[in-house]
């Protein structure tokens, strides 16, 4: 196998871009999600999860700013244990931007969502396997806690992304899994690693250009098969598996030509070298990869 291929699902609504993240533009906008549209989005990401990947994939419910807990209640909670039931995981996932202002910094902050976010889930009998910070935002602190609170797995990065002002810095990072420093996240380096393994984005490695990640909503088909292929050739070139992930929002199941691309994209990277795993899956086999 020349790649492993985490599916990440986030759950998120149209006109949701506090800080003007998209190659669409820079157009700033918060409306609040129309949640029974987003719970249709959802039923139909299930069945096509269900369908296209056996079930595997991670999900990340959203919790911000804008948002704290529509979707760690119900009738959201029952379908996030439908997730977990068909093969999938849910990792936490904050967005802890202000428009305007941008990104929460404080620590306490951080350590009080994470904590109420797991305390739903596990009270609906569900087990994270992880983190997600929202646009790309991840702090050093963070490691040490997730460790404490075993979320081991860490699907933040977005490398050579580059947003100082955001706390979403994955410059020169690596473009495969990798165990992060409790110390610093962009880092392979002297100190004892954590246990909380890093799976970034897929991503060509060449140009911060959104056409270069796995990213389903920002590419092409031509493009995305093009940034596999030149995960699988990373692949052969360093001798190792690469451990990698594809971001996919909810939102984009109501638009069917993305649905479309993204099934064409997954039947492409599963006939070439690559095999869909969970986060779980990754992370047992990037211990065996490495021992
Ligand atoms: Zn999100
Ligand atoms: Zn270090």
Known sequence: MKAYLVVLIDISWDDFNPLGISNMGNRIIVRKPPLQKCEKEVQLLLTFIKNTLKGKCVITPFSGIYCRSAFHEEPFISLWNQAVEQGGEIAIHTHEEIVEKGVIKDRIHYS??????????????????????GHATYFNFLTKFLEELNLLIDLTSIPGFNKKSWSAVWSNTSLSAYYLCPFNHLVN??????????????????????????????????????????????????????IIYSLFHSHSMSKNKIVRRFSEFLEYASNHGGKIVTSKEARKIFNILNN
């Open 112 to 133: 009080n969502v994470i904590i109420q976010l797991l305390e739903r889930l596990k009270n609906a009998g569900i087990e994270p396997c992880g983190y997600r910070g």
């Open 189 to 242: 380096c002297i100190h004892a690693q954590s246990n909380v393994l890093e799976i970034p984005l897929g991503f060509k490695g060449n140009k911060n250009d959104f056409r270069n990640y796995l990213w389903i909503e920002q590419a092409d088909l031509n493009d995305l098969k093009s940034v596999w292929d030149s995960i699988v050739f990373r692949a052969e070139r360093v001798g190792k598996p690469q």
